[in-house]
């Protein structure tokens, strides 16, 4: 299982980032896949997940109505659109498969003026 995020970097408050990871090495289309985060200090946690299909997501009630999860079963991709960002959405955003428990490498978010 190989999974490598992309997309990260320095954003002021309020504006957006489009997070992506690249699967390979399973069966991408029968797995949900969420992105996790690990901000400084803190314990790994659950962003967002989405269903094998793309046909269910679900999000932690803090990024509800500002991030969207969507996948592209066709190339074997889940992206993260990360919009209205604020100054604690900063953390290291991790690509998972939940039910194999795999990450990536991360990748760096901070929202800073």
């Known amino acids: 299982v190989q999974l490598v995020e992309s997309g990260g970097g320095l954003v002021q408050p309020g504006g957006s980032l489009r997070l992506s990871c690249a699967a390979s090495?399973?069966?991408?289309?029968?797995?949900?896949m969420s992105w996790d985060r690990q901000a400084p200090g803190k314990e790994r946690e659950e962003v967002a997940r989405?269903?094998?299909?793309?046909?269910?997501?679900n999000y932690a009630d803090y990024v509800k109505g500002r991030f969207t999860i969507s996948r592209d079963n066709a190339k074997n991709t889940v992206d993260l659109q990360m919009n209205s960002l604020k100054p604690e959405n900063t953390a290291v955003y991790y690509c998972?498969?939940?039910?194999?428990?795999?990450w990536g490498q991360g990748t760096q978010v901070t929202v800073s003026s």
């Open positions: 998972n498969v939940p039910t194999l428990g795999k």
């Open positions: 090495g399973f069966t991408f289309s029968r797995f949900s």
């Open positions: 989405i269903g094998p299909s793309g046909g269910w997501t």
